[in-house]
Structures are given as structure tokens and as C-alpha cells.
T-cell receptor
Framework: AQSVTQLGSHVSVSEGALVLLRCNYSSSVPPYLFWYVQYPNQGLQLLLKYTSAATLVKGINGFEAEFKKSETSFHLTKPSAHMSDAAEYFCAVIYYGGSQGNLIFGKGTKLSVKP | EAQVTQNPRYLITVTGKKLTVTCSQNMNHEYMSWYRQDPGLGLRQIYYSMNVEVTDKGDVPEGYKVSRKEKRNFPLILESPSPNQTSLYFC????????????????FGNGTRLTVT
């Protein structure tokens, strides 16, 4: 079955350090890819999305993600973590040819930022 | 203000007592979807709707029903809730199928925390 994998259910970084959250998809045909963020007691908010226009995608709050077809990856990065970045992050995909309405989410990575 | 509104935010009920969680969006979106979020499992899609009177099963539809009689509303119905349906539920909507157009991200409601005892 097609899936999306997020490596690491918890990631902890120091304030000012690089943030790297990993996401891999499982298809030879590049899908649509998304990163969402969930702050405590809130719904999910779109950070950025890849729709084949450019491999490096810039999102809100200084986050960006690079689509690498050879690695089937779409990792999320931010050069310098801020305390307000502490949240749970979800990678999501829509695969071509699959169920037209099914946005498949990864299991999430909880980011902690230490002062 | 453009938003997806779910009600109630919190609900505690007993096994077998029918309940409905409402979802309404004011953005004239065609696509709507229900997810449940469980620790360690991420979000799993229950049902989705591409337009009025068009609904389809997601990954975990068992024990749930939906209807889409109007574009703005997409209620989630649990005819006979069971404890394994205790979860955090999210409704979401989009202009069209997410990713189909560049301006169609999913907009999420704030969630409904359901406890079935």
C-alpha cells in the first residue's frame, strides 16, 4: 500500500539550531506533497506544499522543504529554531491514480525546542 | 472570517448512544473530509466528499456515516458509538481535491475530542 513515512516521532533541538524533519514517500511517480503543523489544541495548518512547480518549496514561518525524487524524500528544514516552532508536524501526500480524495498523513513528528 | 466550524469541541457519551458531530464551512468549498487523530497513528481519513451528494470512504470508515446534502455542511454520524471510537476528530475542507489546484490547501476545524465510555 502506498504510504508516507516520517522518521522520528520526537525531535528535540536547541533554540537557534537547525531543524530537520524527515519525510519519505513510497511511489515511483512523484505525488503531491504537503507539510502541516499542529499547535496544541488546534487543527492543522498548512506550512507548504509541493506540486511539481519547483523542487525547493518555501513555506510560512521560515520553513522550507526540498523534493528529491532520487531519494523519494521531502524533508522539512528551518535554519534556526525558535521556541514558537514547538509543535507537531505532519507530512502528507496525494498519490496519482489512487483514491482521488485520500490525503495520506504520516504519523507526525513532535518538535521540542530547548532554550 | 473564513473558517471550518466543528461542534461540539468536547463530547463524552456512552456506548451505543447515537451522536452527530457537525461541521460547517463558509468558504464555498467543494471538498470536505473527516479525520481521526490517535497517538502514534497520525491522522486517518474516515470519509470524504468531493461535492454535494458525493461521498466516499476513506481508510477507516467502519462505524461512521456522513451526509452531504448542502455544500457547507458535512456531519459525522456515529450510529452506535463504541470505546474504540474515542479519539480526536477533525473536519477539513478545500476548494477542490487538495493539490489539484495551486490555491487549494486543506482548512481544518479546531477538532472534537470524543470519549465513549
Amino acid at each position: 500500500a502506498q504510504s508516507v513515512t516520517q522518521l522520528g516521532s520526537h525531535v528535540s533541538v536547541s533554540e537557534g539550531a537547525l531543524v530537520l524533519l524527515r519525510c519519505n514517500y513510497s511511489s515511483s511517480v512523484p505525488p503531491y506533497l504537503f507539510w502541516y503543523v499542529q499547535y496544541p489544541n488546534q487543527g492543522l495548518q498548512l506550512l507548504l506544499k509541493y506540486t511539481s512547480a519547483a523542487t525547493l518549496v518555501k513555506g510560512i514561518n521560515g520553513f522550507e522543504a526540498e523534493f528529491k525524487k532520487s531519494e523519494t524524500s521531502f524533508h522539512l528544514t528551518k535554519p534556526s529554531a525558535h521556541m514558537s516552532d514547538a509543535a507537531e508536524y505532519f507530512c502528507a501526500v496525494i498519490y496519482y491514480g489512487g483514491s482521488q480524495g485520500n490525503l495520506i498523513f504520516g504519523k507526525g513528528t513532535k518538535l521540542s525546542v530547548k532554550p | 472570517e473564513a473558517q471550518v466550524t466543528q461542534n461540539p469541541r468536547y463530547l463524552i457519551t456512552v456506548t451505543g448512544k447515537k451522536l452527530t458531530v457537525t461541521c460547517s464551512q463558509n468558504m464555498n468549498h467543494e471538498y470536505m473530509s473527516w479525520y481521526r487523530q490517535d497517538p502514534g497513528l497520525g491522522l486517518r481519513q474516515i470519509y470524504y466528499s468531493m461535492n454535494v451528494e458525493v461521498t466516499d470512504k476513506g481508510d477507516v470508515p467502519e462505524g461512521y456515516k456522513v451526509s452531504r446534502k448542502e455544500k457547507r455542511n458535512f456531519p459525522l454520524i456515529l450510529e452506535s458509538p463504541s470505546p474504540n471510537q474515542t479519539s480526536l476528530y477533525f473536519c477539513a475542507s478545500s476548494v477542490s481535491l487538495p493539490g489539484q489546484r495551486n490555491n487549494s490547501p486543506l482548512h481544518f476545524g479546531n477538532g472534537t475530542r470524543l470519549t465513549v465510555t
